[in-house]
């Protein structure tokens, strides 16, 4: 709730996506006691499900952004698959699952006093290292 909050106050957009059915995910997004998203894509919205790049994409068309210029954060296999097959800056933050070896640019072991000034660094370490190894 800290990292949404954060993110909010810093004038960033949000999204989430899900492969849940949107009427729960309408239960848990009733929970927040602040708008949290901008977006949601929800298993019965999205074009094809995750592994596919498909919701991720979906989510920066929706929000009017370059995918590429956006960070995923998963917890698990297939999110994680599919956060990073859409060209996203992609965060594992394991939750019952492991997400070693699945091809995150960075594991979290929680998002406990993390803020949107981390993700900010997050994104920029990980696209400054694209942009030093030549790729673009």
Do not use: C, N
């Amino acid at each position: 709730m800290e990292l949404l909050r954060s993110l909010r106050e810093s004038g960033i957009r949000t999204g989430l996506v899900t492969m849940s059915l949107r009427t729960m995910a309408d239960a848990v997004i009733e929970q927040i006691d602040f708008d949290a998203f901008d977006v949601v894509i929800t298993g019965d919205t999205s074009r094809q499900p995750k592994p596919f790049p498909d919701p991720y994409l979906q989510a920066a068309e929706e929000l009017g952004v370059d995918v590429t210029r956006t960070v995923v954060i998963e917890d698990s296999p297939s999110g994680l698959r599919s956060g990073v097959s859409s060209g996203a800056v992609t965060l594992g933050v394991p939750h019952f699952v492991d997400l070693d070896g699945l091809g995150a640019h960075a594991l979290w072991p929680t998002l406990d006093g993390r803020s949107a000034d981390d993700l900010v660094s997050l994104f920029a370490d990980h696209r400054g290292a694209l942009m030093q190894g030549g790729a673009r």
